[in-house]
């Protein structure tokens, strides 16, 4: 039996590689944005992350005429007033790489002591048909604390710099699988992959 595709609306490796060992178990190929060269990026202006997640997961199914899942994510620091917030992939301008987004969150945060350092990880996930329409919505969080200073080379993002609540390491530390188990982003996709079971459940019995 063939799989059933499914487009992750991203071109970032490392968002790819976690998705698909979250998804590992489920029926589809797994496609990303990289197999469409001429596809035009759909912006990313909505006030909210599932707004973002739904504006890409719907934009860019237009465009490819496939299923598309997309998550919308980002980090949320309280003494920042929740800054990154919704502009973590563009905080320290377009373009800029990890590590200068990693460098500017902490220069911000020289003067906040450890203990007001809280943070939460946020994701969402939204997953258009091949017309565009939204068919799920899911959400997760991750709680947890900003560090002085960088620590480990797993993960991608500000990873280095979030210490999960519950844990001394930091998720560029920790080992994938139970990063993966713990994440904001495995909470909203797991939401989202019983979703995707029962559809293709119910495209079997159809």
Sequence with gaps: MNSQ???IATRNPGKLLELRALMRALPFMLLDL??????QTVPEIGNSFAENASLKAAGYALQIHEMTLADDSGLEVDALGGAPGVRS???AGEGASDAER???LLSELSRVGIRARTARFVSAIAIADRKGVILNL?????????TEFPRGSNGFGYDPVFVPTGFDQTFAQ???PLKNRISHR?????AASDFL???TVGSRAG
């Design 34 to 39: 990289n197999s469409f060269p001429s596809v």
């Design 102 to 104: 990693v460098d500017k």
């Design 138 to 146: 899911s959400d997760g969080v991750c709680e947890g604390h900003i």
């Design 174 to 176: 920790l080992p994938r």
């Design 89 to 91: 992939a563009r905080y």
């Design 5 to 7: 595709r499914l487009v």
């Design 197 to 199: 079971r029962r559809l």
């Design 186 to 190: 495995s909470k909203a996709l797991a």
